[in-house]
């Protein structure tokens, strides 16, 4: 099974994360931040995905060190999961709605980090969740995977149902472009190399 632990600790925060890209049956989230630990449950349940993670942040300051640095740990994580790339489908697109909202994310494990990024909420923040830190946590995310990332809030009204429908899509994305085709041959690149 593809899978990856990783620990980060610095005098911001203690992280320990573990991933499974092949078996969804574990998905523990702890980190201080209710509506993080919400988004990143999404994220593994529609990506099916297994995660735990635990992170002891600064949260006496802000959640801003905690939820771009779980970006971090959780991309390198990925990142090591992924191996050598062989046979992976390596691009995935989703839209996924949430009530009012939609949210699409389209991405590519090209070793080539990216993130466009596009998304307004009208909340300043959802419980002791600073709502601009979704894109921090996106950045983090990416380039630590090594992932081009496009995601972007289509609409929506509802700044809960706005984030969470990202999340989703990120989740959903991922699974189709780690999946694994039995078609392709090595890596699916003009380069023979997926870094």
Do not use: W
């Given at each position: 099974?593809?899978q990856?632990s ?10 320990e994360?573990?991933v ?25 349940r ?110 929506g ?10 999340f ?14 039995p ?13």
């Amino acid at each position: 099974m593809r899978q990856a632990s990783s620990k980060r600790e610095t005098s911001e925060t203690k992280i320990e994360l573990a991933v499974c890209l092949d078996d969804p049956t574990e998905v523990e989230i702890h980190t201080g931040v209710g509506f993080f630990d919400h988004m990143l449950t999404a994220f593994a349940r529609h990506g099916r995905f297994g995660l735990k993670a635990t992170v002891e942040g600064d949260l006496h300051i802000d959640s801003h060190h905690t939820v771009e640095d779980t970006g971090i740990v959780l991309g390198k994580a990925i990142r090591e999961a992924l191996g050598d790339k062989q046979g992976i489908v390596r691009f995935g697109t989703s839209y996924v709605p949430m009530d009012d909202a939609l949210g699409f994310v389209s991405l590519d494990i090209s070793g080539r980090p990216f993130l466009h990024f596009e998304g307004d909420f009208k909340m300043q923040s959802l419980g002791n969740f600073d709502t601009e830190l979704v894109r921090e946590f996106f950045q983090a995310f990416a380039f630590n995977a090594g992932i081009t990332i496009h995601a972007r809030v289509l609409y929506g009204e509802n700044t809960h149902h706005k984030i969470e429908a990202i999340f989703k899509a990120l989740g959903r994305a991922l699974r189709e472009a780690v999946n694994i085709d039995p078609n392709i041959k090595g890596v699916l690149s003009t380069k023979g190399l997926l870094e």
